[in-house]
């Protein structure tokens, strides 16, 4: 399955520089210019860049080898991977006006996308987790019996519920309100 080696004969060689370039980088004392100076040169990787290769050949190789023999830690990479596509699919959903693409020729306006991206994505998150949390309270509060191996399948990270289409008025919320009433499921249509 893999394609390189693991030349463990260059990571001793350079070992005390490696360790060097990690203190530093655990203290800020290094800028990125200066790492990346330190890693390759005029296009090419240095000695100390081929041995931090072959050091995260390491755990790559450690990785494949507990993804192939465990079946439960597969299973917990693919919940990762799903929770992170759902969070994708939101913001797709959210940046809609440009089919999620970012548009901006200039560093400051993509960053102000993003940051809008963000805060939006952000705020449905959060108004997910505030009902999430009071609709199981409620449900136990009506002695509903809502175990913690089901609350470990909900995700604030849905929008079925969101008209994303419209247009939006946003006004100062009344918080002495508290959350608004849920909707009685009895009296709507399936």
């Known amino acids: 399955m893999s394609r390189h080696t693991v030349r463990l004969d260059k990571i001793r060689a350079h070992w005390g520089d490696m360790l060097r370039v990690a203190g530093s980088l655990t203290m800020g004392t ?5 790492l990346i100076r330190m ?23 450690l990785h494949l080898l507990q993804f192939i ?10 919940t990762q991977l799903n929770v992170q596509e759902a969070r994708h699919r939101l913001a797709r959903k959210i940046a809609f006006g440009n089919r999620g693409q970012l548009r901006q020729r200039y560093r400051e306006g993509l960053e102000d996308q993003l940051g809008s991206l963000g805060l939006a994505l952000n705020a449905v998150i959060w108004w997910n987790s505030l009902y999430l949390d009071a609709a199981v309270k409620q ?3 009506d002695g509903f019996p809502v175990t913690d191996e ?3 399948r909900l995700s604030p990270i849905q929008y079925d519920h969101i008209n994303f289409l419209g247009r939006y008025a946003f006004s100062r919320a009344d918080v002495a309100g508290g959350l608004r009433p849920f909707h009685d499921g009895a009296h709507e249509s399936t």
């Open 69 to 78: 023999a465990d079946e439960g830690y597969r299973r917990m990479i693919g």
């Open 39 to 61: 890693l390759s040169a005029d296009g090419r990787t240095t000695g100390l860049g081929e041995a931090f290769a072959h050091y995260g050949r390491i755990s790559k190789t």
């Open 30 to 34: 290094v800028r990125a210019y200066d």
């Open 139 to 141: 449900l136990r509060a």
């Open 150 to 152: 089901m609350c470990a």
